[in-house]
């Protein structure tokens, strides 16, 4: 057999056997002392090992790891589901012009079953795509489009309904309607995980009482619950960062909320750009030399990227020491190389910002304000800067004192491209930047590197055509360095902010301590003194409470504080654990 | 009656209870005017007492201290001061004496609103009356504040207290114990050549059983460590008005030397009052370091602690010790032998050593430190 040939090469196995007896040894035969590894039985051969090797498909692959896509647990599932409906529903109203209206419905069909419903007044969906959206990972438009979006890799909503047909075996309901002159499309299909494909199983033509639109009902197993990683919490924050979408949200509860629309301005349209020299990587710089149809290294250069003029092109051909008529498809590896090298010693302008939609600091405090009946306010707009070629873009916002709890860790919302992250807080980098922020000089108690205490609420936005999450999932935000340096310094800014206001009110409740301490003191000093002197104690204690200014330091500390009328106690108790529910009086 | 500071005379043609009163009247017209209320008190520290060469005296200075309620860190104790302030008035009122410990609880009483007392501690008031003799240039006593008595005294006198008349020979073994007012005392008959002032109890009872005042015509006086406010008037009286010598016999130790010290030159925190307590010609007559090479009491040293050494060293840079040679002596030969030696270490000699031959040598030697 050919078995024990291949033992025998590796010495470990001998390492106790008598140097001078392998070269009898050597020569096995089975029932030799040497047959130490396994029977002859339950050897497999690389031949026989070859065989079960084999293509994984990607809805395979992710099929088994629902946990990489969000779908850990069956809580988080539900909120997943919403959330790539949800992001899709936005992001195509968006790029269409549209302002969005989504309806998010809910509904408990059994325990742990339930039914999720959206509906959106998008463009609706040509009839040909349907298919590959809602049943094929990895497709998409957005992979390769270089502007803000929500979505980036095309998995989301596939992987959602691939969950939901696993858990319920039933297949997505999907109707849409692009015209309103002609009747929709419904479709029901499941995904066919081997092939990464959609697997239709009713495909008609139906009348659909709307202009244009998709409604995608998905069955699959789940739990709801409130709280800071509900739907609810979820969408109320959509709300917030995307004021010029309305959201009509039913619970499992059956309870209606409306997120009406603030804005009628849609969001300024993120332009779609090329990539930026800085950011390119040796890989897709071959690949684009293969690709492109340029007939000189110069054009290629100029036409593919941003922020390269004729100029600019020249000179990084130059320090490159290339020749600018090169034809690109003969530049391979070596050549890629010093191509590289040439883009990193040429000074290349940062790339534009258009790409970028960022919600305004001013945005983010109000969706603060809505939300936090706080003393005081702060928001921080940095201006973009590039990371690994992308532009990126944050925007703090705090909130402080007020109703929120003194002696717990700070509140911290992220978001990121307008979308709420809620999971994932310990591994993403903006929990990293607001950790490693030292807050004690911002008169906010911090231990060590660990979460600020104090009735504080941090928000963060990071806007990018390409946010580094750090899983399919896209609840964190990879731990990059200069992402962290960035939101440190917007975090640093808001904390100067804050740091004013919190020394000021310290100095102000200071002395408002003294004076109730005074005053406390006042009927003492003046019965002791009336005693003393045989003087009225009563002039003596009015004289004396006068010279403490009390009712002058208490208006002076409320007019320190922000006046928010915005706050909408209602709105902030959306996606709030329930309280125990109190016994009315009146019912007994 | 007679103020015994040199503070503030211009006080002293008004009663205690006037100037109490008047403490408070200026701060009540003040109020009415809008003014805050403050008060004045000397600094009771090292660093506001100097040492008058002339007179061989401890007095405080002229830095004075702001007390005023609208200072969280003053408020308690200007509330202290002025509620006793109010509290001795209604003594002054009635006519009646009380001691410490009364007035601490006639103040102690929890602020409504707070958890916190006017007084917490005995300590407190005692502090509130110090003030006050300060601000009124009255002792406590005139005030009518008496302290506990404490300390014994024997000898052959005669005395005049409260209407009954006291032979301080026959007082049996516990002596006269002396009260912490000795103003309305009286001397009828003095038959001494000299007082020993020691600073164990068990000393003074050691002398008094072997009648050591009835065979060496003196008195023995004693109190248990720091002498007490009571003892110190009244050997300032008996040496003033009887020109009694007055020996101070302590432990070889700083804490000993200071007793002297205080007896001599006066108290730091009650500078002000050492012009009725400081007996200037008070000489120290053991236990000195030569005694214990003399004597050979090496073998009862102690070790000095690290507080000790740094007691003495603080002692010796002491205006009123820096330039006495025989002192500067002392203190150098204590951190030298690093030990100290107390008075009952003579025993080892005999019971009797002291009374029959320490004392009696050391007094016809004439040897003593001044």
């Known amino acids: 057999m050919i078995i024990l040939y291949q033992t025998t090469k590796y010495p470990a196995h001998l390492s106790n056997i008598p140097y001078n007896s392998e070269p009898k040894d050597y020569k096995m035969s089975s029932g030799s002392s040497l047959s130490v590894t396994t029977k002859d039985s339950e050897r497999v051969s690389a031949e026989q090992l070859a065989k079960g090797h084999k293509e994984v498909g990607i809805a395979e692959f992710f099929a088994r790891n629902k946990h990489l896509l969000g779908f850990d647990n069956k809580r988080k599932s539900l909120l997943t589901t919403i959330k790539e ?8 109203c968006e790029e269409a012009g549209i302002l969005p209206e989504i309806t998010v419905e809910i509904i408990e069909m059994s325990e742990n079953r339930f039914r999720v419903i959206v509906e959106d007044n998008g463009p609706g969906i040509v009839k040909r795509n349907m298919g590959k959206i809602f049943a094929k990972l990895l497709y998409g438009s957005k992979f390769h489009s270089r502007k803000q979006q929500r979505g980036q890799q095309g998995i989301g909503i596939s992987a959602a309904v691939m969950y939901a047909h696993h858990t319920t075996g039933r297949p997505a309901k999907i109707i849409s309607k692009t015209n309103p002159k002609n009747p929709a499309h419904y479709i029901e299909l499941t995904i066919d995980t081997k092939k990464n494909d959609a697997k239709i199983l009713l495909d008609e033509e139906r009348e659909w009482d709307k202009e ?3 409604r995608i009902e998905l069955d699959l197993e789940a739990s709801y619950q409130k709280g800071s990683q509900s739907p609810d919490e979820y969408l109320k924050q959509t709300a917030v960062t995307n004021p010029h979408a309305t959201i009509i949200y039913v619970n499992p509860k059956a309870v209606q909320y409306v997120f009406a629309r603030a804005s009628e301005k849609l969001p300024k349209k993120a332009k779609e750009i090329l990539p930026h020299p800085y950011g390119v990587e040796i890989g897709d710089l071959i690949k684009m030399l293969q690709d492109t149809k340029e007939k000189t290294l110069l054009a290629f250069l100029q036409n593919n990227f941003s922020r390269v003029s004729k100029a600019v092109a020249n000179e990084i051909t130059a320090n490159a020491r290339m020749s600018a008529k090169m034809r690109p498809h003969s530049i391979h590896r070596d050549g890629a190389e010093a191509l590289i090298k040439g883009i990193h010693t040429t000074k290349i302008m940062a790339p534009s910002t258009d790409c970028l939609s960022p919600i305004s600091s001013e945005l983010l405090e109000r969706g603060l304000k809505k939300e936090i009946q706080a ?26 004192g007020g109703n929120q709890t003194g002696d ?13 992250l809620l999971y994932q807080a310990g591994g993403c980098g903006i929990t990293r930047a607001v950790t490693g922020t030292n807050w004690k000089s911002y008169g906010i108690q911090q231990s060590g590197s660990n979460m600020p205490n104090g009735p504080l609420t941090i928000a963060v936005h990071i806007s990018s055509v390409w946010v580094p999450f750090t899983s399919e999932s896209k609840e964190a935000i990879a731990q990059n360095d200069e992402i962290i340096k960035e939101i440190k310094l917007a975090l640093q800014d808001a904390g100067r902010k804050l740091a004013g206001y919190v020394k000021k009110k310290k100095h102000a409740k200071k002395r408002l301590e003294r004076a109730n301490l005074f005053e406390r003191y006042i009927p003492e000093v003046a019965h002791s ?22 009712e002058e330091l208490v208006a002076r500390l409320s007019e320190l504080h922000d006046t928010n009328v915005e706050y909408d106690e209602s709105f902030a108790n959306i996606g709030k654990e329930e309280e125990e529910a109190h016994l009315d009086p009146d019912e007994e | 009656m007679e103020p015994w500071t040199n503070y503030r005379r211009e006080t002293m043609t008004k009663t205690p209870k006037d100037t109490l009163v008047g403490i408070g009247k200026n701060l009540t017209d003040g ?41 969280v860190s003053h408020t308690r104790k200007f509330l202290q001061t002025i509620e006793v302030a109010s509290i001795l008035k209604g003594l002054l009122d009635i006519g009646k004496h009380s001691s410490l410990r009364d007035v601490f609880y006639m103040a102690k009483r929890t602020i409504p609103g707070t958890k916190t007392n006017v007084v917490d501690q005995q300590t407190e008031s005692d502090k509130a009356i110090e003030d006050l003799e300060l601000m009124s240039g009255f002792s406590r006593e005139n005030l009518h504040v008496n302290a506990n008595k404490m300390g014994s005294v024997a000898g052959n006198v005669i005395i005049e207290d409260s209407g009954d008349t006291i032979n301080w020979g026959k007082m049996g073994s516990g002596g006269w114990s002396i009260p912490s007012n000795v103003e309305n005392i009286q001397f009828n008959k003095v038959n001494a050549k000299y007082i020993i002032y020691m600073e164990k109890a068990a000393v003074w009872e050691r002398l008094h059983e072997d009648k050591f005042w009835k065979k060496q015509n003196c008195i023995i006086m004693s109190s248990q460590g720091q002498s007490t406010r009571g003892i110190r008037r009244l050997l300032q009286r008996l040496s003033s008005e009887h020109k009694l010598p007055i020996y101070v016999l302590t432990d070889n130790d700083p804490w000993g030397i200071y007793i002297y010290s205080v007896l001599k030159f006066g108290s730091i925190s009650l500078a002000h009052m050492s012009e009725g307590l400081a007996i200037s010609n008070i000489k120290y007559i053991g236990v000195t370091c030569d005694d214990v090479e003399k004597y050979q009491l090496q ?34 030969m204590m951190l030298n032998a690093k030990a100290k030696v107390e008075i009952q270490a003579l025993s080892a000699r005999g019971i009797t050593f002291i009374s029959d031959t320490y004392l009696p040598e050391k007094i016809k030697n ?5």
């Open chain 2, 366 to 370: 004439n040897e003593f430190i001044n």
């Open chain 1, 85 to 92: 409906a949800v992001d899709n529903a936005l992001d195509a």
């Open chain 1, 408 to 420: 717990s860790p700070a509140r911290l919302m992220r978001f990121a491209n307008r979308v709420p």
């Open chain 1, 212 to 214: 244009h639109g998709t």
């Open chain 1, 529 to 550: 003194l009336a005693k003393l002197t045989g003087e009225p104690e009563a002039v003596l204690k009015h004289k004396l409470a006068e010279m403490t200014h009390k």
């Open chain 2, 299 to 332: 073998r009862h040293y102690i070790a000095l602690n690290d507080k000790d050494i740094a007691r003495v060293k603080q002692m010796r840079e002491y205006e009123w010790f820096k330039h006495n040679k025989a002192w500067q002596r002392q203190f150098k």
């Open chain 1, 375 to 400: 003393e005081f306010y702060a928001s921080i707009s940095r201006p973009a800067i590039v990371v690994n070629g992308n532009p990126l873009q944050v925007e703090v916002a705090l909130a402080y």
């Open chain 2, 31 to 71: 109020i009415k005017k809008g003014t805050p209320p403050k008060i004045h008190i000397p600094v009771r520290s090292l660093s506001n007492v100097e040492f008058d060469e002339k007179s061989q005296k401890l007095r405080i200075g002229a830095r004075m201290s702001e007390r005023e309620f609208f200072n």
